[in-house]
């Protein structure tokens, strides 16, 4: 059974910084691109970041870019995400999405999601 | 980036009822369109790929049409389970983006 199980959330001022972790068990983990997809409060979804299975090659949302970056460990089947120069804008659920098998960015398998709200 | 824009905003039906919804692109997605449910509390969940495919363990009454820009979800008949909110996603042009949502409530 595939999980994904996202930690490190909380609440940051503005200009704060995080590092958001999402641990998946259940299958292959360095043969499936990974993503975060986030969810302002009463909002829709709006896709973040994305990485490949080896991680060589990363993406970014145009509204994070230079802000957020996305890693992952293979050896500890283990993604992240590192937020810096937080805004308020930028508080939501995050949530870590599985790529599905074949492409990056259709989302097969989603964790329970991570609150991030940035207040002072 | 690709607009997608989801109508109805909100769908109220009964149970047992056929549910209909609509997606439409701003410029054509081909056949790159994915729909999701979404419950409160919950994780959204992948219910058809490539405009047309249910995904693992997704009931039949959920089927996916379209291609190009205009996209329809349909629910055969409404179980309680599925009152939710439903959003499109396409991935044909990066970014990948998705749709507002439609909320599909109890009449």
């Known amino acids: 059974e595939v999980q994904l199980l996202e930690s490190g959330g909380g609440l940051v001022q503005p200009g704060g910084s995080l590092r958001l972790s999402c641990a998946a068990s259940?299958?292959?983990?360095?043969?499936?691109?990974m993503n975060w997809v986030r969810q302002a409060p009463g909002k829709g979804l709006e896709w973040v970041s994305g990485?490949?299975?080896?991680?060589?090659?990363?993406y970014y949302a145009d509204s994070v870019k230079g802000r957020f970056t996305i890693s992952r460990d293979n050896s500890k089947d283990t993604l992240y995400l590192q937020v810096n120069s937080l805004r308020a804008e930028d508080t939501a659920v995050y949530y870590c999405?599985?790529?599905?098998?074949?492409?990056?960015?259709?989302?097969?398998?989603w964790g329970q999601g991570a609150l991030v709200t940035v207040s002072s | 980036e690709i607009v997608l824009t989801q109508s109805p905003a909100t769908l109220s039906l009964s149970p047992g009822e056929r549910a209909t919804l609509s997606c439409r692109a701003s410029?054509?997605?081909?056949?790159?369109l994915a729909w999701y449910q979404q419950k409160p509390g919950q994780a959204p969940r992948l219910l058809i790929y490539?405009?047309?495919n249910r995904a693992t363990g997704i009931p039949a009454r959920f089927s996916g049409s379209g291609s190009g820009t205009d996209f329809t979800l349909t629910i055969s008949s409404l179980e309680p389970e599925d009152f939710a909110v439903y959003y499109c996603?396409?991935?044909?042009?990066?970014?990948?983006?998705f749709g507002g949502g439609t909320m599909v409530e109890i009449k």
């Open positions: 999405a599985k790529g599905k098998t074949g492409t990056t960015y259709y989302f097969e398998y």
């Open positions: 259940g299958f292959t983990f360095n043969s499936y691109a």
């Open positions: 990485i490949s299975g080896g991680g060589g090659s990363t």
């Open positions: 410029q054509s997605v081909s056949s790159f």
């Open positions: 490539d405009a047309s």
């Open positions: 996603q396409q991935r044909s042009v990066w970014p990948p983006t």
